[in-house]
C-alpha cells in the first residue's frame, strides 16, 4: 500500500480544509466544552461534497483574550487550567468530518448548554458546524499561522493527522460507494496495515 493510494482517497472522497481558531477558543474544545464550530455566515463551508475540517489555533497575546481565558477558567470551575503562555500555537490539534452546516436561530441557541454559549459565536443567521466524527490530536502538528481562515492543507500535513485516528474512524474514512464486503476487504487487507506501519516509521517502533 502507498502512500499516494490513501493520499488519493481522501482528497477524491473529502474537500479538505483548515479551520482556524485563536486562543483561547482553541482551548475550549481541549477541555470539551465546544461541540460545535461556529462561524459567520461568509465562509463557504457548503459545495455539496464531504467536507474534512482540519482545525487549527492560532495565538494572539493581548489583554483582552487573557482576560477571557481567566474568566472562563474561574466561571466554569475548571480544575488546574493551563497557564496562558501555555496554550496551543500555531498547530493542528483536531480533525472532524463535517455532518452537517446548521443555520443558527433562536430555537437552536435555546437548547445549547451554557458552556457552548458562552465558547462560540451563537447569533441568529451564523454557521453552527456538527461532526460526524471528531477527533483531538493526541499530538499536535505544527503548521504557519493562518489567521483565522479557511486554508488548503498539504499532503505532508494531511498524513501526520490521520496517523492520529483510531480504527472507528479510519474504517468511516474509508467508506466509499462499494458493496460493504468489498470495502471491508480492503480495509483489512491494504489501509489498515499500511497505516499501522507508516505510524511506527514515524514513531520509531519498527
Known sequence: M?????????????????????????EYYRLGMKKYS????????????????????????????????????ARFNIENPREWCELLKRCVFAVGEVEKIIIIDQDFIDQQPETEIATGLWRVGYKAIQYKWFKYLDRAIDIEDQYQALFKIS????MKVISQVDESIMNQILE????????????KSEYIPW???WKNERTGNI
Open 176 to 187: 466509499v460507494n462499494q458493496a460493504p464486503q468489498v470495502v471491508e476487504q480492503k480495509r
Open 2 to 26: 502507498q502512500i499516494m493510494d490513501l493520499l488519493n482517497h481522501l482528497r477524491n472522497k473529502y474537500r479538505i480544509r483548515g479551520l482556524s481558531y485563536g486562543q483561547p477558543a482553541a
Open 155 to 158: 499532503d505532508f500535513t494531511l
Open 38 to 73: 461556529t462561524r459567520s455566515d461568509k465562509y463557504p463551508f457548503g459545495k455539496g461534497e464531504p467536507l474534512m475540517l482540519l482545525l487549527c489555533s492560532t495565538f494572539k497575546d493581548d489583554v483582552r483574550n487573557r482576560a477571557q481565558y481567566k474568566e472562563m477558567m
Open 195 to 197: 497505516l499501522k506501519r
